[in-house]
């Protein structure tokens, strides 16, 4: 499977934005679906959005539609994550994975911190 490498993590304020990219190594994830996961301190990870591979359709949680956009770089193998207007609540760890099946991943990266102050 592809190594799977975050960054773009960091401290913002509410209602500020970030962007968070993917770098894949070691394989291609052109034929491979590939989204963004997230843990909060205290709670169990959760699916934040994803990206397939063949039509690029995308997916998102209901509590980032209209915030967050996926997108990905079959050419570069990379997969970003932009955030906007961020809240308290958006602060969590943030994973890339690959491989992505409804809430499901067959690999993934280290993660990310994000942590939004209000």
């Known amino acids: 499977q592809p190594q799977l490498v975050e960054s773009g993590g960091g401290l913002v304020q509410a209602g500020g934005s970030l962007r968070l990219s993917c770098a894949a190594s070691?394989?291609?994830?052109?034929?491979?679906?590939m989204g963004w996961f997230r843990q909060a301190p205290g709670k169990e990870r959760e699916f934040v959005a994803s990206?397939?591979?063949?039509?690029?359709?995308?997916e998102y949680a209901d509590s980032v539609k209209g915030r967050f956009t996926i997108s990905r770089d079959n050419a570069k193998n990379t997969v970003d994550l932009q955030m906007s207007s961020l809240k308290p609540e958006d602060t969590a760890i943030y994973y890339c994975?690959?491989?992505?099946?409804?809430?499901?991943?067959?690999?993934w990266g280290k993660g990310t911190l994000v942590t939004v102050s209000s």
């Open positions: 994975a690959g491989g992505v099946r409804s809430t499901r991943a067959e690999f």
């Open positions: 070691g394989g291609t994830i052109r034929y491979r679906t």
């Open positions: 990206a397939s591979w063949s039509v690029g359709s995308t």
